[in-house]
């Protein structure tokens, strides 16, 4: 109500002040336009007549003046005419002119002596009067004046009437106004109350959007965060409580983010990865921001928004650099930062060798074991050592004035970043998480710069792999690679009295539920153009290492064994488009999209056919709905450290509905034995699971999906994240280590690692 009062009283005294002022200026230049039309009437006037009123006083016949005067004795608002002989006596007036001045007016005593026309204002009798006085001559010579009087009343009479127009206006806009706000903000700003209410008091569902009234445009981002905020509190609170009670110990968010305050003490932590975050990229004629599809990016982002440390990686986006300061970096995520963002440049030379070349041709191949020869060249190698040099260096800058900080070192991109870094700052506590699997020793053994890369991660105070098979194998790498002492009981390496240890640590997902509605299927299903049948689908990488071209003559096969399926059955294949400037991923693009076109021109029936291929990048958002309506879900990984996609799938599955056929050679395999396991190079086991998956009785589908979401919501990303980051800040360093006593000092120069007793 005092509101309402003081928006009222604010808007009449605001609008009534307006209008006066503009009253007041709207009458004052009338008023100003009145009186110069009354002079210049009158002088015209006084102009007319003057040749005949020197005539008539020339004459010297009284009569003849009084003639010339009584001609206007009707003429409009012109009281009355006036001539003046030389003295300035008045010698004729217009018959009945009331009143008469007394006296000579100004404005003749001013013609008679400057001889020129005058004008002035005066008061006669009361009524406000305008004369205008010209002299009268005869060849030079001066003989009187010719005066005309005007009425002038009538231009005060606009003051009084804009005074009251304004008054009228005044209210009128008033009015209009009050109903304007109570219409346009009032009812709307109710409506947003009762939104808030209802958010605060937990009646609004999650996903709801606010008032869409125009008025609210500028503040539906910040009041939707606001929302999305208070439904992941209010839900982690819930969660909490239910485990509570249940007397459960699951991993969440908020238990990450209190254990990392915990576990830091103070220390900040630095992550390094060779992909960004969040990269900024040009659309039109703006800049928006978006998150590179990649497992890492799940798994680490919830470790850095709960330690508000600083995430080192190469800029991507062609965007990155008008989006970051002086030095590459940017508080992120953009809508709601948590934590800095440190972008590195590469060079296309630098990029070439270091991803594309010595990375993606060599390292990936080699422990994938895919069957793709891996190649290696000594100028990928030396960019391979410039690059980890450079994000070494970004690193130590960023890591400056930090007492004791806790380092994060992501994939096999940066096998000689923990020896950098510990050379300079043995003070750091340094783990180093090797994402992709780690082969045998023989098969490592293929690379020239085994030693190095060994050397290079075994800076690192913990290594941690996806399974132990991948631990066993690593130490078994370093025992025939590197003179080093092997401590299998504790799975540690001590080389130069520096320990290593090597741990498992499996990473998975986030388990956040989301909104999932039955009538989405059909949909989804319209908009692929694709009947309401079973539905298999994959979701990839186009990489050799995901059993893709196997997957599809597994889906051929599937329909040769069990015809009954065709026209009643469709795969859908999600291929990400992935590293295009390397030959063999751009041969298999070729190839599965050969594949495809072959199957379905095969199997092809009118309108059906058995396999949809959508070749492009999907975010999470998109891919959800897939995973919900999947009755399949197939991962057949040739090699895979763990692939996170079979965990998202059992994620997206509230409903404990869903098969997931997974490779026995996955990492996920470990966890989740309740998949329907198969050796993805056997194309009839492959094709036999399919069909088990399509017709397994309802009951034990549900079974297998719920143990099988019980494991993951327990080794979630948080569990792995808390473990890892846990593990890490507990090791504990050498006082005279810490100091730099002691510490066996290595660089890399020029491709080769370096100790200080000589290079490796």
């Known amino acids: 109500m005092q509101l309402d009062r003081r928006l009222m009283l604010s808007l009449l005294g605001c609008v009534a002040v307006v209008s006066i002022l503009f009253a007041a200026y709207q009458a004052e230049a009338e008023v100003h336009a009145l009186r110069s039309e009354v002079q210049r009437q009158a002088q015209v006037l006084a102009e007319s007549q003057r040749r005949a009123a020197a005539l008539a006083i020339e004459s010297g016949f009284p009569g003849d003046a009084q003639a010339v005067v009584d001609q206007l004795k009707s003429h409009g ?16 007036f ?105 958010l605060r008091t937990g009646k ?53 983010r209190i254990s990392m305050q915990a576990k830091l003490q103070g220390s900040r932590l630095f992550a390094v990865s060779n992909r960004e ?34 995430w080192v990686a190469q800029a991507s986006g062609d965007a990155d650099r008008e ?103 043995p003070d750091a506590r340094v783990a180093l998480f090797w994402h ?135 795969f859908v294949q999600i291929g990400a488009p992935s590293r295009t400037h390397i030959k063999r991923y751009e041969d298999l693009t070729a190839e599965v999209e050969g594949e495809v076109e072959r199957i379905n021109r095969r199997f092809m029936i009118g309108n059906w056919k058995p396999v949809v291929f959508l070749k492009k990048q999907h975010s999470h958002a998109e891919i959800h709905p897939y995973y919900c309506a999947a009755d399949v879900c197939l991962v057949t990984s040739l090699h895979d450290g763990m692939n996170l996609v079979a965990k998202e799938f059992v994620v997206a599955r509230d409903d404990e509905q869903g098969v997931l056929v997974l490779s026995r050679f996955a990492g996920a395999s470990h966890e989740l034995p309740d998949a329907l396991l198969v050796n993805p190079y056997d194309t009839d086991e492959l094709a036999h699971a399919i069909h088990g998956a399509l017709t397994m009785p309802p009951e034990e589908a549900a079974e297998r999906m719920r143990r099988m979401r019980e494991v993951v919501r327990e080794y979630n990303v948080y569990r792995w994240a808390g473990s890892l980051i846990g593990e890490l800040a507990g090791i504990r360093l050498d006082p005279a280590v810490s100091s730099g006593n002691g510490r066996s000092a290595a660089l890399v120069e020029h491709g080769t690692l370096v100790h200080a007793g000589g290079a490796v």
């Open 77 to 92: 608002r012109t009281a009355g005419l006036a001539i003046y002989s030389i003295q300035g006596q008045p010698l004729a």
């Open 94 to 198: 217009t018959a009945g002119m009331t009143p008469r001045p007394q006296g000579t007016p100004d404005a003749v005593s001013g013609a008679l002596r400057q001889g020129r026309g005058h004008g002035e204002s005066l008061s006669m009798n009361g009524r406000s009067m305008y004369v205008f006085a010209l002299p009268l001559k005869d060849n030079g010579r001066q003989l009187g004046a010719i005066a005309v009087f005007d009425e002038i009343a009538f231009v005060a009479a606009p003051v009084w009437r804009h005074a009251l127009t304004s008054v009228a206006q005044t209210l009128l806009i008033v009015a209009i106004t009050l109903l304007l706000v109570q219409w346009s903000l009032k009812r709307p700003l109710r409506h947003m109350a009762q939104w808030l209410r209802d």
């Open 204 to 256: 609004t569902p999650a996903g709801a959007q606010p008032p869409s009234e125009g008025i609210f445009q500028p503040l539906t981002h910040e009041v939707t965060r606001l929302a999305t905020s208070l439904h992941e509190a209010r839900a982690a609170a819930e969660e909490e409580a239910r485990l509570r009670d249940a007397a459960l110990s699951w991993w969440t968010a908020e238990r990450l």
């Open 277 to 310: 975050p969040y990269e900024h990229v040009r659309q039109g004629g703006s800049i928006a921001w978006k998150v590179p599809p990649s497992g890492l990016v799940t798994a680490l982002e919830p470790v850095m928004c709960a330690s508000d440390g600083t």
């Open 323 to 425: 989006t970051s300061d002086d030095f590459g970096r940017l508080r992120v995520p953009p809508d709601h930062p948590q934590y800095t963002l440190r972008r590195v440049w590469l060079s296309k030379e630098e990029e070439q060798g270091f991803y594309l070349g010595f990375s993606n041709e060599g390292i990936w191949p080699l422990c994938h074991i895919a069957h793709t020869r891996p190649i290696f060249r000594t100028e990928d190698w030396e960019q391979y050592c410039a690059v980890n040099r450079k994000f070494a260096a970004a690193l130590l800058e960023e890591m400056s004035g930090e007492k004791e900080p806790l380092v994060l070192v992501q994939d096999y991109h940066f096998a000689l970043l923990p020896r950098i870094i510990k050379q300079s700052r």
């Open 436 to 570: 992709i699997p780690w082969p045998n020793p023989e098969a490592f053994g293929i690379c020239p710069w085994q030693r190095e890369l060994l050397d290079g991660m075994l800076g690192a105070d913990l290594i941690g792999f996806h399974i132990q098979a991948h631990c066993n194998n690593f130490l078994e790498t370093v025992d025939g690679a590197l003179e080093s002492r092997i401590d299998r009981e504790h799975f540690a390496v001590n080389r130069g009295d520096h320990l290593t240890s090597v741990r498992p640590f499996p990473i998975s997902v986030a388990f956040n539920g989301e909104t999932w509605r039955p009538g989405d299927r059909a949909a989804l299903l319209r908009g692929l153009g694709v009947k309401d049948t079973p539905l298999a689908l994959g979701v990839d990488r186009i990489d050799y290492t995901k059993g893709i071209v196997e997957r599809l003559r597994g889906i051929e096969r599937f329909l040769d064994l069990y015809p009954a399926y065709r026209e009643k059955f469709t």
